[in-house]
């Protein structure tokens, strides 16, 4: 497993190839829409400018969330990388809506009488880049962000195909306001709005999974059977209950109710419990929290969730 300084090393790099492109990409599209005279193009310069601003989210959060634990966070400073998730996400919603308003009042205009201004090649010059472009940065971090197993970075690549697929709209409005004449120049600002809910649906996508996770949501009922498994075929295991999981940044933790024989000794009841620790760490990932609550097994007494008299052996 990859260690969790290269692990934040391959995340800074990534993460500003991609701030290096962005760049580029929001001062050129920004000039495009000025020059063109192009809406939609000067709304997709202004969705790069939230692609570079992420990236700053993601750079600052993730250096954070890779920190050791301390006494102040003792399961860590994971939850920092999700905070930094659920931020894209709500970047990328501000983005939509924005998106959306602008066009949907031109669209208006335009049914008002109002005559919308030819859009240049410049600007459909500009889309056309950023079609390629952003496509490979897409497919270049979603990659890196699966290897390092990090929700941030991968939530970042949907950020940039977000973009491709704003500049693919951009690019069908643009052509169409300049091939098919003055009354079909609307179609500028229509690609604007249809992009637009490309980027809500993403927006969402990204949220979601962030939102559950710092509300402290249990993992998926199929990892926690796994766990689950895990317990019950440990030897010396018989019995088990009050299973709970939750995710903290890139990492799991788990804590159960273990019943083993009552005539075990503290020392025994303890090779258990380390036992179930390795196997699941064997699994999960070597930084896994895990807390085991031994409790003694009796066939003849009912389960008691609020029995205190147990030993905890962590």
Known sequence: MMGEQNRVRTIQHVTLV???????????????????????MLADGVHSLSDLITDV?????????????????????GKYETFATMLISFALLFVGIGILWTGARKIVASFHGVVIEQPGYIALY????????KEGLY?????????????????????????????????????????????WRVLDPIAGVIVSFFILKVAWDIAHPSIRELLEEALPDETEEVISGI???????????????????????????????KTLTVVESHHIATA???????????????????????ERAPEDPNDTGTLDIQ
């Open 18 to 40: 991609g701030s290096a492109v962005n760049l580029l990409l929001t001062l050129g599209k920004i000039v495009a829409g000025v020059v063109g005279k192009s809406s939609a």
């Open 57 to 77: 989210i993601v750079l600052v959060f993730v250096r954070i969330s890779g920190k050791k634990r301390d006494k102040n966070h003792r399961y860590g400073h």
């Open 126 to 133: 500009a889309a056309l880049i950023s079609i390629v472009s």
């Open 139 to 183: 497919w270049y971090t979603k990659i890196i962000g699966s290897r390092v197993n990090s929700r941030a970075v991968v939530a970042n690549a949907w950020h940039h195909r977000s973009d491709a697929f704003s500049s693919v709209g951009t690019a069908l409005g643009i052509s169409g306001a300049i091939l098919l004449g003055e009354k």
């Open 231 to 261: 317990i019950r075929t440990t030897p010396g295991v018989k019995d088990f209950h009050q299973v709970r999981t939750r995710k903290i940044g890139d990492i799991i933790a788990i804590e159960a109710h273990v019943k083993v024989d």
């Open 276 to 298: 179930i620790e390795k196997s699941i760490r064997a699994k999960f990932g070597r930084q896994t929290h895990i807390g085991i609550h031994i409790e003694p097994y009796s």
